[in-house]
């Protein structure tokens, strides 16, 4: 009988041991299935749309962010710094890209966007080099786009007829080279209207007379355009931080609410020293570190 007994004790402690490691393992199984679902923000993907201005500057961020985060489908559009403000508020996109600030902008409800100072641009006319200015009045220049120059040689160029680039009413390139280069005059009507900022620099380089105006990225070595002083002073990036060249403009990425996920580790990569210390200066923007002066949404210039 005591015989049976331990046969029995030992058959039920067997038992109760398969079952032990059954469920074991079955809590193992089930712990690694989580954590094999728990996939890193880098694996989603993202659209960022908005400022042809900014377009280069985070298609370039987005390049060197997606050779770390292999997984991270990013993908940037421009459309202008409206369309961007616009998008975002819709939810259409996770980031929108504005060269101006979003209470400037009529329509959107800036109080639900969280604004995130990117980078400074810089932003002048540039004219066809076969013009033969390389420097402009400001009095000029207003006198230029507003259509009261009709021909270069009226104000020291060659014999040539102006011809006229203009952006979109949604273009923050615009809003921004209307206030602060032309003192709110608006642009004369009947110009051409590009949407893309590209495009305004191949216009620019192949026709005769032409004159618009673009962010200091653009005027490269190779473009084939000529950017011009404004009273006497270079479109540079020394003469930005100092506050002696006026027209430039925050570099914004809103995002609609507090960033999370893949959009937070983006904007935190964008700020970071590989790219405010090296590919924002060599794409042509300025850090906003860098900056002397401040400019808020009414366009008062202090002194930092």
């Not at 005769?208 to 002073?233: C, D, M, Q, R, W």
């Not at 060249?245 to 996920?261: D, L, M, Q, R, V």
């Amino acid at each position: 009988m005591k015989k049976m007994k331990s046969v029995y004790l030992l058959a039920v402690l067997a038992l109760m041991l398969v079952v032990s490691t059954a469920c074991g393992n079955k809590n193992g199984d089930n712990k690694a299935a989580s954590a094999g679902d728990k996939s890193s923000s880098s694996s989603e993907s993202m659209v960022i749309s908005g400022s042809s201005a900014m377009q280069p500057l985070v298609a370039a961020s987005a390049e060197e962010f997606k050779k770390q985060n292999p997984k991270a489908d990013i993908q940037v559009q421009a459309g202008g710094s409206g369309t961007g403000l616009s998008q975002v508020s819709q939810g259409a996109v996770k980031i929108g890209n504005s060269d101006v600030f979003a209470e400037e902008k009529e329509g959107i409800a800036a109080d639900q966007l969280v604004d995130h100072k990117i980078a400074v641009v810089g932003m002048s006319a540039a004219v066809n080099p076969e013009v033969g200015l390389k420097d402009i009045s400001k009095e000029n220049l207003i006198k230029v786009f507003t259509g009261k120059v009709k021909n270069w040689k009226e104000i020291g160029g060659k014999d040539q007829k102006v011809a006229l680039i203009n952006r979109p009413d949604s273009s923050g390139t615009r809003a921004t080279f209307v206030k602060y280069a032309l003192d709110g005059n608006k642009p004369v009507e009947g110009a051409a209207t590009e949407d893309s900022s590209n495009t305004v620099q191949k216009l620019i380089k192949e026709t005769p007379g032409a004159i618009g105006y673009l962010a200091f990225s653009y005027f490269k070595e190779n473009s084939g355009i000529t950017p011009l002083s404004i009273n006497g002073v270079a479109p540079k990036a020394e003469n930005v931080i100092d506050g002696k060249f006026p027209i430039w403009a925050y570099e914004h990425s809103y995002t609609k609410g507090e960033p999370k996920g893949l959009e937070k580790e983006f904007l935190d990569y964008m700020m970071s020293d590989a790219i405010q210390g090296e590919l924002i200066p060599s794409q042509g923007y300025i850090a906003v570190s860098k900056m002397k002066v401040e400019r808020d949404a009414k366009g008062k210039i202090t002194k930092k």
